[in-house]
């Protein structure tokens, strides 16, 4: 059981490149979602889809696009990077608890993100 | 709307010290709350979660954590630290039916031989 997969672990982009970071979940989870991970600033969520062709916005979606075309896959856009996108990128999947309804998450391993 | 506050970004302990690392949240529903942990150059895992079950909630590797709602906190606490602890930990918050999860800025445990 894979969990949580996300390609690639590292990645160097030039201003005004494009890219997809890709995330792939094996656990059936109908709920995936996006966060970057910023020295003191904890993580902060950027797109977050409760399903099949449902997505939303977070607090941080300026700069990037997602697609939930699967259950499986989430992938995060970069059209045109900028220097403020170097950050590391998580990818979570969960489905709501069936006893308490809670919301775990499972987390990918990161993708670390350098824009020059 | 939902937000955690992490108060102290850095605690530094003595191997078999006391660890204390304080989170605070704002929520107008009931809240589920979380603790995940981050070991160096890996993803975040649970460390322990509130779901109203038991005020008093057991985690993994010795962690507990207290939720109390007079006071909107859910301290973490662990009696004895190891070196092993040392790592970054987040606090988070989530709600009733609901899946957007928001996480403190996080908090990172030094523990000194």
């Known amino acids: 059981n894979a969990g949580v997969t996300q390609t690639p672990k590292f990645q160097v982009l030039k201003t005004g490149q494009s890219m997809t970071l890709q995330c792939a979940q094996d656990m059936n989870h109908e709920y995936m979602s996006w966060y970057r991970q910023d020295p003191g600033m904890g993580l902060r969520l950027i797109h977050y889809?409760?399903?099949?062709?449902?997505?939303d916005q977070g607090e941080v979606p300026n700069g990037y696009n997602v697609s939930r075309s699967t259950t499986e896959d989430f992938p995060l856009r970069l059209l045109s990077a900028a220097p403020s996108q170097t950050s590391v990128y998580f990818c979570?999947?969960?489905?709501?608890?069936?006893?308490?309804?809670?919301?775990?998450?499972?987390f990918g391993a990161g993708s670390r993100l350098t824009v020059l | 709307a939902q937000s955690v506050t992490q108060l102290g970004s850095h605690v530094s302990v003595s191997e078999g010290a006391l660890v204390l690392l304080r989170c605070n949240y704002s929520s107008s529903v009931p809240p589920y709350l979380f603790w995940y942990v981050q070991y160096p150059n890996q993803g975040l895992q649970l460390l322990l979660k509130?779901?109203?079950?038991?005020?008093l909630v057991k985690g993994i590797n010795g962690f507990e954590a207290e939720f109390k709602k007079s006071e909107t906190s859910f301290h973490l606490t662990k009696p004895s630290a190891h070196m092993s602890d040392a790592a970054e930990y987040f606090c988070?918050?989530?709600?009733?039916?609901?899946?957007?999860?928001?996480f403190g800025a996080g908090t990172r445990l030094f523990v000194k031989a």
């Open positions: 988070a918050v989530s709600y009733t039916g609901g899946f957007k999860t928001i």
């Open positions: 509130y779901t109203s079950a038991a005020t």
């Open positions: 889809s409760v399903g099949a062709g449902i997505t």
């Open positions: 979570a999947s969960s489905s709501l608890e069936w006893d308490s309804g809670a919301n775990v998450l499972t």
